[in-house]
């Protein structure tokens, strides 16, 4: 069960690049590039990825959206929230208890 007190790692093998802003992240599978499921996170998305370390709870994470990007508190929060959902269902990441 994902609280805002959860915090997310980053999971299994992948490329991460950082262009104009966006990140295009290739998972590695068998040691070849997915390219069946490349990922390609906009400015706030790419944001979000940098903070996901392990230790930063869902809480903090919408903070920093929050205080970084022009949007209200709930909009911090159902945004966050949601595509913090959509990368853990991708497989990318996993709640750092899953983790241990």
């Keep these: 069960m994902t609280t805002t007190a959860t915090c997310f790692a980053k999971k299994g093998?992948?490329?991460?690049?950082?262009i104009a802003g966006d990140t295009?992240?290739?998972p590695i599978r068998g040691q070849t590039g997915?390219?069946?499921?490349?990922?390609?996170?906009?400015?706030?998305?790419?944001?979000?990825?940098?903070?996901?370390?392990g230790r930063t709870t869902l809480s903090h994470?919408?903070?920093?959206?929050?205080?970084?990007f022009e949007v209200t508190p709930e909009a911090a929060q159902e945004d966050t929230v949601?595509?913090?959902?959509a990368l853990e269902s991708a497989g990318i990441i996993e709640s750092s208890a899953?983790?241990?």
């Design 24 to 26: 295009i992240i290739v």
């Design 82 to 85: 949601e595509f913090v959902g």
């Design 61 to 68: 994470l919408v903070q920093a959206v929050y205080r970084e």
């Design 13 to 18: 093998e992948f490329v991460a690049r950082s």
């Design 98 to 100: 899953s983790a241990a």
């Design 34 to 53: 997915d390219l069946n499921s490349i990922y390609n996170l906009n400015e706030v998305g790419s944001f979000i990825w940098n903070l996901i370390d």
